[in-house]
């Protein structure tokens, strides 16, 4: 079983070019998931999670459920 790890981690190791082209987003759009700014919408979760091969998943992408009090990912 892979480690999953977070979004942010994920992009910094495949690079922004590289996740914008697997999900159809801009590079900004990849550098403000890395950074915070913003969060994936559900398909583009969905190609990620599908496309990282088994690294990624909701919760590494939205953040754990038990963290109900923080609005980051």
């Keep these: 079983m892979?480690?999953?790890i977070t979004l942010s981690e994920y992009i910094q190791q495949v690079g922004h070019k590289k996740v914008a082209k697997m999900v159809g987003a801009s590079v900004?759009?990849?550098q403000a998931w890395r950074y915070h700014n913003r969060v994936p919408r559900i398909i583009q979760a969905k190609k990620l999670i599908d496309r990282s091969h088994g690294f990624l998943t909701w919760e590494s992408i939205y953040g754990p459920i038990e963290d109900l009090d923080s609005d980051r990912a």
């Design 28 to 30: 900004s759009t990849v």
């Design 2 to 4: 892979k480690t999953n």
